[in-house]
C-alpha cells in the first residue's frame, strides 16, 4: 500500500527539523564535510587531524580541519547524525552569521585548550567538540527563553561534562582509541561563551 504525504504535512515536517527551503541545502551541505572527508582515507585524515608535532613545524591549518575528519566512516555518521538532531533543535535560535561566530569561538576553544592545556594530547580528529559547543550554545537560547527542555539540556550537559572529566567518554563506537574528552570541555565552554555575547530569538518557533 502506498502512502502519500501531503505537500502541506512534508512542508510542517520540514520546518519541524528546521530543513525548509535554503536551511535544508545548508544542512546537506555540512553533513557532506563531514562525511565527504572519508574518501581520503588515512592519507588524508593523517594530512588534516589536529597533531601537536606538525603544528610545531608550522602546519596551523590543522586547528581548523581537524574538525571534518573522523577516525572511521562510522564517527563520520555519528557525528553528521548528531548535527541533525543539533539542527533540528536549535537551527532558528542564533542567525546563520551568530552560528558561525559559535562555531568558530568552539574552535578556537579547543585549539586553545589541547595546545595550552591538554598538552599530553598528541592528535585528535572529529567534530564532536564543535557539536558540544553547538549544544551549549542552543541550551542558552533556551534557558533564555525559560523553556522547560533548556534548563534539562543545561543539566544534561552540565552532568555529561563533569562525569566525562572524571570517568572517561561514554561512547558508542567499538573503539580502542581513547575519547578526547577534553576537546567536548572546550568546545563547550567556547560555545558557551560565544552564546552569552549574542542575541538569540527572543519568541520560540
Request: with cysteine; charged share 20%.
Amino acid at each position: 500500500m502506498n502512502v502519500r504525504i501531503p505537500a502541506s504535512g512534508f512542508k510542517r515536517l520540514l520546518e519541524s527539523l528546521n530543513c525548509d527551503g535554503a536551511r535544508g541545502a545548508w544542512l546537506l551541505a555540512l553533513c557532506a564535510l563531514l562525511l565527504l572527508p572519508e574518501l581520503a582515507g588515512d592519507a588524508g585524515r593523517e594530512l588534516l587531524r589536529y597533531e601537536r608535532e606538525a603544528l610545531r613545524g608550522g602546519e596551523w591549518w590543522r586547528f581548523l580541519t581537524a574538525h571534518f575528519v573522523h577516525l572511521d566512516a562510522e564517527h563520520a555518521a555519528l557525528n553528521a547524525l548528531g548535527l541533525v538532531l543539533l539542527w533540528a533543535l536549535f537551527a532558528r535560535d542564533f542567525s546563520p552569521f551568530r552560528w558561525l561566530a559559535i562555531a568558530a569561538a568552539a574552535v578556537v576553544a579547543i585549539g586553545a585548550g589541547l595546545w595550552l592545556r591538554s598538552t599530553t594530547v598528541e592528535w585528535y580528529v572529529g567534530s564532536s567538540g564543535v557539536l558540544h559547543g553547538i549544544l551549549a550554545a542552543g541550551t542558552v537560547a533556551h534557558v533564555r527563553r525559560r523553556e522547560l527542555d533548556g534548563w534539562l539540556l543545561a543539566a544534561i550537559l552540565v552532568a555529561k561534562l563533569a562525569w566525562e572529566q572524571w570517568a572517561g567518554a561514554v561512547t558508542l563506537l567499538d573503539s580502542e582509541t581513547p575519547v578526547v574528552v577534553d576537546a567536548h570541555l572546550y568546545g563547550a565552554l567556547g560555545g558557551l561563551a560565544a552564546a552569552l555575547c549574542l542575541n538569540s530569538r527572543s519568541e520560540p518557533l
